[in-house]
């Protein structure tokens, strides 16, 4: 079984097919992935404050990445195979992520 992700223009839009458990509404709709990333980069930066950042592509993989490797496997039922499945990555490639965030 595969999901599509519907095309919106030049970009892939994911809508959440369960309920969220938060309430990160705009406009009275749940936000979706992609605007919840952009509101919370928005509030990073304004907690700066003005303070220099470096090396923001990598933090914010880094925070993406974890809880993404995290809730695919326990949906897996720590199946690697399944998992990487799910990803669309090699099996090989998910076990070193795993290791690098600890999750393995």
Not at 10 to 22: E, F, G, I, S, Y
Not at 69 to 89: F, P, Y
Request: aromatic share 4%; hydrophobic share 35%.
């Amino acid at each position: 079984m595969s999901v599509s992700l519907p095309r919106m223009g030049n970009t892939w839009k994911l809508h959440m097919a369960t309920p969220k458990k938060t309430d990160n509404k705009i406009n009275g709709q749940s936000e979706t992935l992609r605007q919840s990333v952009h509101s919370s980069l928005n509030d990073f930066f304004v907690h700066l404050d003005g303070q220099p950042i470096t090396n923001l592509y990598e933090l914010v993989l880094s925070e993406i990445e974890a809880p993404l490797l995290d809730v695919v496997m326990k949906h897996a039922k720590d199946n690697q195979t399944k998992a990487s499945e799910i990803l669309g990555l090699n099996r090989g490639t998910l076990r070193k992520k795993l290791k690098q965030y600890d999750l393995l």
